[in-house]
C-alpha cells in the first residue's frame, strides 16, 4: 500500500466524487468512472431525487475534505417539520430543542458538481463520462467497461478498485457472479415507491409556503413532502402503495382519477401544483428499497462504499450523510497506517457495518413515523417533552432524532440503542399519566422528568443488553 497504487473508482456521483477527492488530497492517484454524462454539462435529475437534507455527519465529512463552507452556499436550513391536515390545518415540530440544530436542503446535483469541481483541480484526478462498467474481475482487478458514445469496450487495471456506484452497483453484482467467496446479500423493497412532483416560486420568485420546514402532508398509508429549492421552488415527492389501499400508482392512471386523488387527500398542495396532471403521468415511479451485504472487500483488491454496500429508504434524511460518513471512518482509519489495502479494508467494515445496519433500520422506523405517527395525539406529547427537555437540559437529554441527525460523535447503533429506549421510557410516563405538555413545567419539574427518563432509560438498556438485543 503506497501512493503510486492506482486507484479506480466507479461511480462519481455524490460518495464517489468525495472519496475521490479525500484520496487525492491524501496523494494516491485516482482515476474515476461515471456511466452518466457529466451532469454539470446535462440534466440528468430525472428519476433520482432532486434534492437532500444534508445534516451534521455529512457536513463533518465535507470539512475534512474543506468543503464545508461551500456546500452552505447552496443549503437552505429547515428547522423543523410543518403537517398539513386535510383541511387545510398546520402544525410545526421543530427537530431540537436547541437553537443550533437544524438541517438543510440542497440540491444533489449543484452539491455534486462543485465536488467534482473540486477534485478535478488536483492533477492526481482524472474522471471519465459516459463509461458504463459492466462487471469487474475481482480476482484480478480488472474492471470492464463500455463507452456510451462511441460503443467501444475496454478493460481498465488497478491497484485497487472501489465500487461506489450506488444501489445498482456493478461490482456487488460481480462479487455475487463470480462467487469467488462466501457473499452474504440481501435486497428488500417497501411496497411503497415515490413520485416526484413540483411546486413552483410564485411570481416575483419567492417560495409559496414556509421555506424554513420540510413538510409533510401524513396520510397514514402513504404520504406527500417537500423540501426547498434556491430558486423558489419545492420538490415535492409522493410515497403511495403500487397496489394496495383505494389510491396507488397502479390505479391513478387517468387525469380524473389523480385529480380525485389529491382533492380528496391534498387540496392545499394541489392547489400549489399547476402542471400535476402532466408530471403525474410524465415523471416516473422509483422504488424504495433496502440493501444489506457482508463482506464489503474481497482481499485486498476492492471495496463496496456507499450505497453500494448499505443503501436506505431515504425517511431518516441520512443516505447521503451515511455514505460521506464512510468516507470520514475510511480515512480515520487511513490514519492509522496498517500497512496494506486488506487490513485497512476489514477494519473499516468492523467499524462501520453496525451503523449502517442500524441506519437501514432506522429509515424504515421513521417510514412508519413520517406517515402516520407526527399526526398522533401521542406522538406530539412525547415530541413537546422532547423539546422542552432539549430547550432546558442543552447537554443532558438528545432525543434519538438528535441523536441520528445531530451528534456526529455517535455511532448510528449507539444512537439506535439509546433513542428507542428513551422513546419507550417516555411513553411509558405519559401512558402511566406522570407527565402531561399542557402544563408549563418549571426547570425544577422538568429535572424530575430528566431524571425519571434517564433511570428508564438506563435500565431498558441494560435489560436490552442482557437480552442480547
Not at 401544483?273 to 457482508?294: A, D, H, R, V, Y
Request: charged share 30%; aromatic share 10%.
Amino acid at each position: 500500500m503506497n501512493k503510486k497504487d492506482k486507484i479506480l473508482i466507479i461511480g462519481a456521483g455524490l460518495c464517489g466524487s468525495l472519496l475521490a477527492l479525500r484520496l487525492a488530497q491524501r496523494g494516491f492517484k485516482v482515476a474515476v468512472f461515471e456511466s452518466r454524462p457529466d451532469l454539470r454539462t446535462v440534466d440528468i435529475s430525472a428519476g433520482r431525487s432532486i434534492n437532500l437534507a444534508l445534516s451534521d455527519r455529512g457536513l463533518k465529512a465535507l470539512r475534512l475534505c474543506g468543503m464545508e463552507e461551500k456546500a452552505r452556499e447552496i443549503c437552505i436550513p429547515m428547522y423543523g417539520r410543518l403537517m398539513h391536515d386535510k383541511e387545510g390545518n398546520t402544525f410545526s415540530s421543530n427537530y431540537s430543542g436547541r437553537e443550533n440544530e437544524y438541517i438543510n436542503s440542497i440540491s444533489r446535483g449543484d452539491l455534486n458538481a462543485i465536488l467534482l469541481d473540486e477534485a478535478e483541480k488536483h492533477k492526481n484526478v482524472t474522471i471519465h463520462f459516459n463509461k458504463k462498467c459492466k462487471n469487474v474481475d475481482i480476482e484480478n482487478n480488472i474492471a470492464h467497461f463500455k463507452d456510451y458514445n462511441t460503443k467501444e469496450e475496454f478493460s481498465v487495471e488497478a491497484a485497487v478498485i472501489f465500487g461506489a456506484d450506488g444501489a445498482g452497483s456493478s461490482l456487488r453484482k460481480s462479487y455475487i457472479s463470480e462467487r469467488k467467496f462466501l457473499f452474504s446479500y440481501s435486497q428488500n423493497y417497501l411496497n411503497h415507491g415515490y413520485k416526484e412532483l413540483e411546486i413552483p416560486a410564485d411570481s416575483s420568485g419567492k417560495h409559496q409556503i414556509s421555506k424554513e420546514h420540510l413538510h409533510i402532508w401524513p396520510r397514514g398509508d402513504f404520504m406527500l413532502i417537500a423540501l426547498p429549492n434556491m430558486d423558489g421552488s419545492f420538490t415535492v415527492t409522493l410515497f403511495l402503495s403500487y397496489d394496495e389501499g383505494e389510491f396507488n400508482f397502479e390505479n391513478l392512471t387517468s387525469e380524473e382519477k389523480i385529480t380525485e386523488f389529491f382533492e380528496k387527500e391534498f387540496p392545499d398542495a394541489l392547489a400549489l401544483i399547476p402542471n400535476i396532471k402532466q408530471e403525474f403521468i410524465n415523471n416516473p415511479t422509483g422504488p424504495l428499497g433496502t440493501i444489506k451485504c457482508s463482506p464489503w472487500s474481497y482481499k485486498n483488491k476492492t471495496l463496496l462504499i456507499g450505497d453500494s454496500s448499505h443503501a436506505i429508504v431515504p425517511f431518516y434524511g441520512q443516505g447521503m450523510n451515511a455514505s460521506f460518513e464512510d468516507v470520514f471512518v475510511l480515512d480515520e482509519i487511513l490514519n492509522q497506517d496498517l500497512g496494506d489495502w486488506e487490513t485497512v479494508f476489514k477494519t473499516y467494515q468492523k467499524a462501520r457495518k453496525k451503523d449502517t445496519d442500524a441506519i437501514a433500520d432506522l429509515a424504515i422506523d421513521n417510514f412508519h413515523e413520517m406517515k402516520d405517527h407526527v399526526a398522533n395525539p401521542l406522538f406530539k406529547e412525547k415530541r413537546k417533552i422532547e423539546m422542552d427537555l432539549e430547550k432546558t437540559f442543552t447537554t443532558e437529554y438528545s432525543s434519538k432524532y438528535s441523536l441520528v441527525t445531530f451528534n456526529e460523535n455517535i455511532g448510528y447503533n449507539e444512537a439506535m440503542k439509546k433513542g428507542r429506549a428513551q422513546d419507550k421510557a417516555l411513553l411509558n410516563l405519559i401512558s402511566g399519566d406522570e407527565v402531561h405538555t399542557h402544563l408549563d413545567m418549571t426547570k425544577e419539574e422538568l429535572k424530575v422528568i430528566l431524571d425519571k427518563v434517564t433511570k428508564e432509560t438506563n435500565d431498558i438498556l441494560q435489560e436490552d443488553k442482557i437480552a442480547g438485543l
